[in-house]
T-cell receptor, first 113, second 116 residues
Framework: NAGVTQTPKFQVLKTGQSMTLQCAQDMNHNSMYWYRQDPGMGLRLIYY???????DKGEVPNGYNVSRLNKREFSLRLESAAPSQTSVYFC????????????FGPGTRLTVT | GQQLNQSPQSMFIQEGEDVSMNCTSS?????WLWYKQEPGEGPVLLIALYKAGELTSNGRLTAQFGITRKDSFLNISASIPSDVGIYFCAGYPDLYSGGSNYKLTFGKGTLLTVNP
């Protein structure tokens, strides 16, 4: 059981480039989440997917898009990266909305120059 | 939105000492979670609390869900060097306070350093 996996682990982009961060979970969880972590700001929710086929905005969705590809996979896309999107991105999953325990992946460290 | 105030921001202790940290809010929470994050890693869930007054242990860690439902506490007994990391509290605000079953609110963390 790998839990929540994320790729890539590190990425450097130039301003304006696009990329997709991948996340997969093998716990048969219904709900998945994308967070960003910045110094002094803590963890902030970007988007979440309560169940396969649904996505909703979190606290800081601007500049991002998401796709819930299937029950296992939830991707985060930056269409035109900006330096303000330099951050560590974490994917998480939970069984469903009534099971409150969220389990996190190892993170993707993104630098936008 | 709801905010969680976590204190202290950092602690530097000697190996073997006990540690206490807490999280408070002006809103009622219906679930509290405690996570530990080590450098370069994702947060790892340590303890989950679901009822006011609940006291739950995980090895040397003990956490409590405050009676008022507006706070939670984490204690670590007999600290060891591998306890080093950032400890985060997180919670789900009560639905009547504008909470959601999907939107966790996080504290900003307590950085724990243990001197061997």
């Amino acid at each position: 059981n790998a839990g929540v996996t994320q790729t890539p682990k590190f990425q450097v982009l130039k301003t304006g480039q696009s990329m997709t961060l991948q996340c997969a979970q093998d716990m048969n969880h219904n709900s998945m989440y994308w967070y960003r972590q910045d110094p002094g700001m803590g963890l902030r929710l970007i988007y979440y997917s309560a169940s396969e086929g649904t996505t909703d905005k979190g606290e800081v969705p601007n500049g991002y898009n998401v796709s819930r590809l299937n029950k296992r996979e939830f991707s985060l896309r930056l269409e035109s990266a900006a330096p303000s999107q330099t951050s560590v991105y974490f994917c998480a999953s939970s069984a469903d909305g009534s099971s409150y325990e969220q389990y996190f992946g190892p993170g993707t460290r993104l630098t936008v120059t | 939105g709801q905010q969680l105030n976590q204190s202290p921001q950092s602690m530097f202790i000697q190996e073997g000492e006990d540690v206490s940290m807490n999280c408070t809010s002006s809103s009622i929470f219906n679930t509290w979670l405690w996570y530990k994050q080590e450098p370069g890693e994702g947060p790892v869930l340590l303890i989950a609390l679901y009822k006011a007054g609940e006291l739950t242990s995980n090895g040397r860690l003990t956490a409590q869900f405050g009676i008022t439902r507006k706070d939670s506490f984490l204690n670590i007994s007999a600290s060891i060097p591998s306890d080093v990391g950032i400890y985060f509290c997180a919670g789900y605000p009560d639905l009547y306070s504008g909470g959601s079953n999907y939107k966790l609110t996080f504290g900003k963390g307590t950085l724990l350093t243990v001197n061997p």
